[in-house]
């Protein structure tokens, strides 16, 4: 069965300093890995995706993310937090095994100290 | 400009009481879904849809029914057979549901309050 795992419920971070907010993930086949960001109220932003290629991928915001076969990690990661990352982070697969659905992490909340 | 509109966001019932969730897509978009938020449990797949005329069931598709009648439109009725129906949903789509590789567009979802 297909999974993904957020190990931590929240990630507190001061502001200026490199934060990483961790996934690993379960899945037959090759998998297709999304991170997205939640605000208050709000639905999910797409941040970006890892499909092949380039183990290390760059999405919206400064944010980027490493894919790691061996780990089946998929780790988000920006250089220098800013107050407004706060927010709720979502990390996704999909593959062609598990056809249209796609599994969301249970999410970490992310809050930057200034 | 392009995106999917879920209304009421917020919509407040007395239980035992049938309410319906609209979603609607301007993306010409085939494939739709519908997740429920709960704190700490990320997101879970209540039904989705691939095509006009055609859905199947998610994970807890019980006490919930959708249609999808047109292209744009994706309501969702939580019934008064759903447990705990108190949640935040979310609406979203993509291009197809084989686009294995396309993020999924989210509206900014319904909060049900029932009492």
């Known amino acids: 069965a297909q999974s993904v795992a957020q190990p931590e419920d929240q990630v507190n971070v001061a502001e200026g300093n490199p934060l990483t907010v961790k996934c690993t993930y379960s899945v037959s086949g090759n998998p297709y890995l999304f991170w997205y960001v939640q605000y208050p109220n709000r639905g999910l932003q797409f941040l970006l995706k890892y499909i092949t290629g380039d183990n290390l991928v760059k999405g919206s915001y400064g944010f980027e993310a490493e894919f790691n076969k061996s780990q089946t990690s998929f780790h988000l990661k920006k250089p220098s937090a800013l107050v407004s990352d706060s927010a709720l982070y979502f990390c996704?697969?999909?593959?062609?095994?598990?056809?249209?659905?796609?599994?969301f992490g249970s999410g970490t909340r992310l809050s930057i100290r200034p | 400009d392009g995106g999917i509109t879920q209304s009421p966001k917020y919509l407040f019932r007395k239980e035992g009481q049938n309410v319906t969730l609209s979603c609607e897509q301007n993306?010409?978009?085939?494939?739709m879904y519908w997740y429920r938020q709960d704190p700490g449990q990320g997101l879970r797949l209540i039904y989705y849809s691939q095509i006009v005329n055609d859905f199947q069931k998610g994970d807890i598709a019980e006490g919930y029914s959708v249609s999808r009648e047109k292209k744009e439109s994706f309501p969702l009725t939580v019934t008064s057979a759903q447990k705990n129906p108190t949640a935040f949903y979310l609406c979203?789509?993509?291009?197809?549901?084989?686009?294995?590789?396309?993020?999924?567009?989210f509206g900014n979802g319904t909060r049900l309050t029932v009492t």
């Open positions: 996704a697969v999909n593959s062609v095994s598990s056809a249209s659905k796609i599994i």
């Open positions: 993306l010409n978009h085939d494939a």
């Open positions: 979203a789509s993509r291009d197809r549901a084989t686009a294995y590789n396309s993020p999924l567009h």
